[in-house]
């Protein structure tokens, strides 16, 4: 079975913060992408990497929870997350990884909500 204890190291040291400005800064699509890849699962629910799950309510994962709250309120926040979805190659992932942070954390949903040329 994979180990999540990466996860919150991954966010307390600032690697998931790095890896966030490398999503629209890299110059390498496969960079970009697997950026992407890690951002998602550090905010993935555990033994949920880039899985779709039913809405449960905020609060799920309290460790997840401190993830989400560091993408949400980077320089960056969710913008290059968003934009992501119109680049064909990311478009999937990028929703993905949108889902693992929205899914149990409403804050997210509200600011996704103010960025309609995506919809």
């Known amino acids: 079975m994979e180990t999540e204890g990466w996860r919150i190291p991954f966010g307390e040291s600032g690697v998931l913060g790095f890896f966030q400005w490398v999503i629209p ?24 990497l880039f899985t779709v799950v039913p809405w449960r309510g905020m609060g799920v994962d309290k460790e997840v929870d401190a993830n989400r709250k560091r993408v949400i309120e980077h320089p960056l926040g969710i913008e290059p997350l968003v934009d992501a979805l119109v680049d064909p190659e990311r478009r999937l992932i990028a929703s993905v990884v949108l889902l693992n942070i929205i899914n149990d954390y409403g804050s997210p949903a509200r600011q996704i909500s103010t960025y309609p040329r995506h919809c």
């Open 25 to 48: 800064t890299a110059k390498e699509p496969n960079l970009r992408l697997n950026a992407l890849k890690i951002v998602g699962n550090a905010c993935a629910e555990k033994g949920m």
